[in-house]
């Protein structure tokens, strides 16, 4: 393999790995938002407001009730747990593989 080669890999690599981060983090900001926006909702008088307003106020505790996320193929969640959980299975992957390989 050509250095001009392994160079490219490892910069794809690292720029897969990069984006993935990325998507991890802005999933687990919109999934922390949702939280508070439940936690904000419920923990609102609402049955001190008026009835119009307090329909409205019920609509988004229900809707609220379960977080956005950003999902890989509708499977599973882009969060910062996922994006770890990936790492730790591809490293134990690549350590499986330089172990058979020598």
């Not at 490892?10 to 938002?33: P, Q, R, W, Y």
């Not at 009835?51 to 019920?58: G, Q, T």
């Amino acid at each position: 393999m050509s250095m001009m080669r392994f160079i490219y890999l490892i910069s794809v690599a690292i720029n897969l790995c990069g984006h993935m981060c990325l998507f991890c983090a802005v999933g687990e900001i919109l999934v922390a938002k949702c939280e508070a926006i439940y936690h904000a909702a419920y923990e609102h008088e609402w049955y001190k407001l008026k009835p119009k307003k307090a329909k409205i106020l019920l609509l988004i505790m229900i809707r609220a009730n379960k977080p956005l996320y950003i999902t890989a193929g509708k499977i599973f969640p882009m969060t910062m747990s996922t994006f770890c959980n990936l790492i730790k299975t591809s490293a134990g992957y690549i350590s499986f593989l330089f172990a058979m390989q020598g």
